[in-house]
């Protein structure tokens, strides 16, 4: 009879620990899974920033048309390769290319961030003769002043 309860007691606790740690083993599977996409998706994101910064080194002229067109095209294949990595991930299929979904998110990160779009400037350039501040450092500046107050420069001499 001892023998049978201590037998009992030990696949009670044998069936406790497994229903306990049964959440454990199987969130450590999903946590893995979460992570890789996690991790997928930081990288897409940096790709379309890079993708951004690329346009933008394009449009100020530091960046000739085919560096740009060859460092574009590969930024674009690894981003279709992670956002088919993520697809498989999440179980979803995509009716439209790839290539339309990546240039809506990087338009969509373009308009959210319109600090990255080349600077026009408010107002023309005016001499410095003209100007209330130093063309320089853009401290203030007097009519009477033959020097900027900030930085020494030297201002031109009206006529």
Do not use: W
Request: proline content about 6%.
């Amino acid at each position: 009879m001892d023998f049978t309860v201590l037998l009992a007691c030990g696949l009670l606790l044998i069936g406790c620990g497994l229903y306990i740690g049964r959440p454990l083993l199987g969130r450590r599977s999903n946590i893995l899974g979460r992570t890789n996409a996690r991790q997928l998706t930081e990288r897409k994101e940096q790709l379309y920033s890079s993708i951004i910064e690329l346009e933008f080194d394009r449009e100020l002229g530091k960046l000739p048309e085919d560096d740009f067109l060859r460092m574009r095209s590969e930024l674009e294949t690894e981003a279709l390769a992670i956002i088919h990595q993520l697809d498989q991930l999440n179980g979803q299929t995509s009716p439209d290319s790839l290539e339309q979904r990546i240039e809506r998110e990087v338009a969509a990160l373009q308009v959210e961030h319109p600090q990255k779009q080349p600077l026009q400037p408010l107002l023309p350039p005016m001499s410095t003769t003209q100007a209330k501040f130093c063309g320089q450092c853009g401290g203030p500046r007097s009519t009477e002043d033959r020097f900027c107050t900030q930085c020494g420069k030297a201002f031109e001499e009206t006529t």
